[in-house]
């Protein structure tokens, strides 16, 4: 079953907006880690926080945690058309014997139109 | 420059055709890990690695399997390929702390078809 989901499955906003998307997931993590896609390539990195964190920076982004909600958000602030990619969040989980399955959702399609 | 490569990046096979695809990352990572890419399913993972001889099921493991006999490569094989194992297959690989996996470095992905 899937750990995280995304929400909304899809977003379309003009240059220049802010762009939100979220994630939930149903089991405790250690980490939570947000990747962006563009279509059909391999997965970037864009920031990890840690269960024991509620909020980070990176650039133009910024992520929250809130783990009584089991919810992140992903906050893409004054996108631009190079933003356009599907986004992705990825939780980890303990799975036995200090194994770490690794979970992402579905992903968010986000449009930045110029 | 650090990388995760896989081979092939495009294979049509028939069912039943046994095939291997090949990954190695060159960033000394213990974590690797196999996922499929399906519309409107998202990433699901396949199987993992936390270091070289120690491998574990992900959530959709039937019909594939792995080795870890070295630290830089993760083989995924397919004994007896089927339709339904038609996909785009990423390969990922990651340093691991005492807190789980890292940051994820992504393969190109191998986009399989199965006849």
């Known amino acids: 079953s899937q750990q995280g989901e995304e929400d909304p499955q899809a977003l379309s906003i003009q240059e220049g907006e802010n762009a939100t998307m979220n994630c939930s997931y149903k089991?405790?993590?250690?980490?939570l880690q947000w990747y962006r896609q563009n279509s059909g390539r391999g997965l970037v990195h864009l920031i990890l926080?840690?269960?024991?964190?509620r909020e980070k920076h990176s650039g133009r982004l910024r992520v929250t945690l809130d783990t009584s909600k089991k919810s992140s958000s992903l906050l893409i602030t004054a996108s631009r058309a190079a933003d356009t990619a599907s986004y992705f969040c990825?939780?980890?989980?303990?799975?036995?014997?200090?194994?770490?399955?690794?979970?992402f959702g579905k992903g968010t399609l986000l449009t930045v139109n110029p | 420059e650090a990388q995760v490569t896989q081979n092939p990046r495009y294979l049509i096979t028939v069912t039943g055709k046994k095939l291997t695809v090949t990954c190695s990352q060159n960033m000394n990572h213990e974590y690797m890990s196999w996922y499929r890419q399906d519309p409107g399913l998202g990433l699901r993972q396949i199987y993992y690695s936390m270091n070289v001889e120690v491998t574990d099921k992900g959530d959709v493991p039937e019909g594939y399997k792995v080795s870890r006999k070295e630290k830089r490569n993760f083989p995924l094989i397919l004994e007896s390929p089927s339709p339904n194992q038609t996909s785009l297959y990423f390969c990922?690989?990651?340093?691991?702390?005492?807190?789980?996996?890292?940051?994820?470095?992504f393969g190109p992905g191998t986009r399989l078809t199965v006849l």
């Open positions: 926080i840690r269960s024991n964190e």
């Open positions: 089991t405790s993590i250690n980490n």
């Open positions: 990922a690989s990651s340093l691991y702390r005492d807190r789980g996996p890292g940051e994820q470095f």
């Open positions: 990825a939780t980890d989980r303990e799975s036995g014997g200090s194994n770490y399955k690794l979970t």
